[in-house]
């Protein structure tokens, strides 16, 4: 943003009007960390929780309408919206959520309305056994799977290295995350 040299490791921000991600320096992140203020960009936060209890279960999953068991979900705040993305061998594909069925979903787990808008994500990933994992994760952190996913992608199903991929990522959330406070099943 400043042109000041960055690390490997820096933090983002969210460009608002364009959806982009950004690098940035330090000073330049915290510039953007007032959630009250009105401003184009957001800095991405470091929180990584865990819905341990929190399980979509199969109805709640079709009507969500997200045709396959990996996505993320956000408050878009320029459309005011929930939005749903998954990973795939193009990258991101978004799936509209019907309003009335994520109202729905936070109706019975009011534990997710912490979601901050543009910047977090819920990523759930459901099993061929019906289980699902929960965490609220910095939005960067769904675009870097999406990105690994991308480049390992192979058939119709990701094949098994985008498979191992995804359960190397999954452990990675699960060592960082902590537990959502009044997490617990619907």
Not at 45 to 65: I, K, M, S
Not at 94 to 123: G, H, N, Y
Request: charged share 25%.
């Amino acid at each position: 943003m400043c042109a000041e040299p960055i690390g490997e490791n820096h933090p983002h921000v969210v460009n608002l009007d364009s959806r982009a991600l950004m690098c940035g320096c330090r000073a330049c992140y915290l510039l953007f960390t007032d959630e009250n203020a009105e401003l184009r960009y957001r800095a991405v936060p470091e929180r990584y929780l865990n819905f341990a209890g929190l399980t979509v279960d199969g109805r709640a999953w079709d009507e969500l309408q997200i045709p396959v068991g990996l996505a993320f979900l956000f408050r878009n705040s320029a459309q005011d919206r929930m939005v749903a993305f998954y990973p795939g061998p193009a990258g991101a594909t978004e799936s509209e959520l019907p309003l009335d069925a994520w109202a729905t979903v936070v109706e019975s787990s009011p534990e997710l309305a912490v979601l901050r808008p543009d910047v977090e994500a819920l990523l759930i990933r459901r099993t061929a056994e019906n289980e699902s994992s929960c965490h609220l994760v910095p939005i960067d952190a769904c675009y870097e799977l999406v990105g690994q996913l991308r480049t390992l992608w192979r058939g119709f199903d990701g094949g098994p290295e985008a498979r191992t991929a995804m359960d190397g990522f999954f452990a990675q959330v699960a060592d960082r995350s902590r537990p959502a406070t009044g997490s617990g099943a619907p």
